[in-house]
């Protein structure tokens, strides 16, 4: 028999709670699990691929027969691509200057709005003033507002300004009386100059970042909450002022989310064809990818190899950008999710 330590309770062996042995953990995932998944992703693969075949196939074997006839008629060609990228044969303008526009146009509508995102999203999160949380609710019902809806104000804006009376939507006059007794009257009423953005990337920065901001305010914002505040705490009552503790704390702990919402506005600001018809010129000058591969697209369809070459180059800085940042992009998608 063991000698009782002097100090320290002994409990009796009926009085002992009985510790059972840790259930071995379920697995998360099964054969047929794995099975659903390999499944899905062919299917979702088999239309990419197909235009991928596609943009290396003759136009006369594009037209006379479905892109699978390629494993039995095997003939290749590049004269697609160099077709797009030189804009010679039946593409009349070079796809280039639309790619660079596009970088133009993409880089900063998502690095804008997600800088002015995330100290918003700090701000909400972390900044205790009257009225947050209903300023919050606020930009979050944005996101269900049509971004259609927006388009005519915004174009009117660029192109004009905002102006009361005149010839404007609102045709107000204003009259007074000066102090010598004359009449004065004012038919429009500036609010906003005109500043001749037209023709520029100015439009279509300014478009996408207030399309964008509601968004990246909302998911940045999550992410933000959930934060240790002691952190926050431990660092004002050092004296750091609020920039300090957003650079130096905030930001470090926020790039697992940075990474996904820089994702998601790259991706769509890439992607986009209205907002860019709508604010942009329509020439090569300021046109991004997308208008081109409308234009590549020819009579009734009639030009697919040169669109899917087109749609293939189109994705190349997509999947540079994904990749790069996947690992990033994994992480913000489970943050929140298990609890340590």
Sequence with gaps: MSTPVAGVAVVPPEERIPVTPKEPRKKLTSRWASLV?????????????????????????VTNSGWWEF???????????????????????????YFINSIAITIPATLIPLALGSMAAYALAWVKFRGSTVLFFFIFALQIVPLQLALVPLLQLFSHGVHIGGQSILPLAF????????????????????HGLGGSFYP????????G?????????????????????????????????????????????????????????????????????GT???????????????SLGSSQELLTAGA????????????SLQRFFVRGLLAGSVKS
């Design 37 to 61: 998944v390999v499944v899905v992703t062919i299917l979702w693969t088999i239309p990419t691929f197909g235009l991928a075949i596609t943009s290396i196939r003759p136009k006369k074997d």
């Design 175 to 194: 009259t007074w009386t000066t102090h010598s007794g004359a009449v004065t009257q004012l038919h429009k009423l500036t609010l906003i100059p005109y």
């Design 284 to 298: 090569p000058d300021h046109s991004p990818i997308t208008a081109r591969l409308v234009q590549l697209t020819g």
């Design 71 to 97: 494993f039995f008629h095997p003939h290749l060609t590049l004269n697609n691509y160099h077709d797009v990228i030189a804009g010679t044969g039946t593409s009349n303008a070079s796809i280039a200057p």
């Design 204 to 211: 279509v920065w300014i478009a996408h970042t207030m399309f």
């Design 312 to 323: 293939f180059i189109a994705i190349v800085v997509p999947l540079i950008v994904f990749f």
């Design 213 to 281: 901001l509601p968004l990246v305010i909302f998911l940045l914002h999550n992410f933000m909450s959930q934060l240790p505040g002691d952190l926050i705490e431990a660092a004002q009552v050092d004296g750091a002022s609020q920039f300090t503790i957003f650079r130096k704390i905030i930001l470090p702990l926020s790039t697992p989310a940075l990474a996904s919402v820089l994702i998601f506005q790259f991706l769509w600001v890439w992607n986009d064809l209205l907002v860019a018809l709508v604010f942009t010129d």
